[in-house]
């Protein structure tokens, strides 16, 4: 899997936009994007994918740069349960098969302050 | 949404004794089954890649006697855990891989203290 770099952390306000960077300036052709979150002593949560265009789904949207070497996760209005640590991981996308498990790196760990 | 079930939530075990993680797949097959540890403050290390009627793939550095994985249907695989010392102590996580649209999805994980 490419690399990727993450803040550690990010405050947010509740009831704002948390938008949240991922530099993947490595990614291949193939390789999508794809944000998972983790709420602390959870397992991780799948939020949203992408490999070119933009993407929205019910709980974010995802903004890839048009060179791929970068995207942002935005979550819309941010609730006091969207602090999570949040990983950005590109990955092959393999469909028909294959095993690959996730390489998560360190991800941002999002606080949303009441 | 796909649904995968994870059991215990938590276990304490006393040192030198195994423990079994089960990791279930509700509502999807599972052909493909992936365990991760997580320690404190750390993120998810991939220890195994459990695949439906053959032996596991393990990452580099983990014990495949110690940690037993067993994938006998596509909807059930299970780490075992032998003589469980304090050290692994940690927070175990299963995923299965959707095998129609090849996406995985998490359990809710294990909290595993050997004492």
């Known amino acids: 899997d490419a690399k990727t770099t993450q803040p550690p952390s990010m405050d947010c306000a509740e009831g704002r936009a948390a938008n949240l960077p991922c530099n993947h300036s490595?990614?291949?052709?193939?390789?999508?994007v794809y944000w998972y979150r983790q709420i602390h002593s959870q397992g991780p949560q799948y939020i949203i994918h992408?490999?070119?265009n933009n993407e929205t789904n019910e709980m974010a949207s995802l903004i890839i740069t048009e060179d791929r070497k970068s995207s942002t996760l935005i979550l819309p209005h941010a609730t006091l349960r969207d602090t999570a640590v949040y990983y950005c991981?590109?990955?092959?996308?393999?469909?028909?098969?294959?095993?690959?498990?996730?390489?998560f790196g360190k991800g941002t760990h999002l606080i949303i302050q009441p | 949404g796909a649904v995968v079930s994870q059991h215990p939530s938590r276990v304490i075990c006393k040192s030198g004794t195994s423990v079994k993680i089960e990791c279930r797949s509700l509502?999807?097959?599972?052909?493909?089954m992936f365990w991760y540890r997580q320690f404190p403050k750390k993120s998810l290390m991939l220890m195994a890649t459990?695949?439906?009627?053959?032996?596991?793939?393990?990452e580099q550095g983990v014990e495949k006697d110690k940690f037993l994985i067993n994938h006998a249907s596509l909807t059930l695989s299970t780490l075992t855990v032998t003589s469980a010392h304090p050290e692994d102590s940690s927070f175990y996580i299963c995923?299965?891989?959707?095998?129609?649209?090849?996406?995985?999805?998490f359990g809710q994980g294990t909290r595993l203290t050997v004492v």
């Open positions: 459990s695949n439906e009627g053959s032996k596991a793939t393990y």
């Open positions: 995923s299965a891989r959707d095998t129609v649209i090849a996406e995985a999805f």
């Open positions: 509502d999807f097959q599972a052909t493909t």
């Open positions: 992408g490999l070119k």
């Open positions: 490595t990614i291949s052709g193939n390789e999508y």
């Open positions: 991981i590109v990955r092959p996308r393999n469909i028909g098969g294959g095993a690959d498990g996730l390489t």
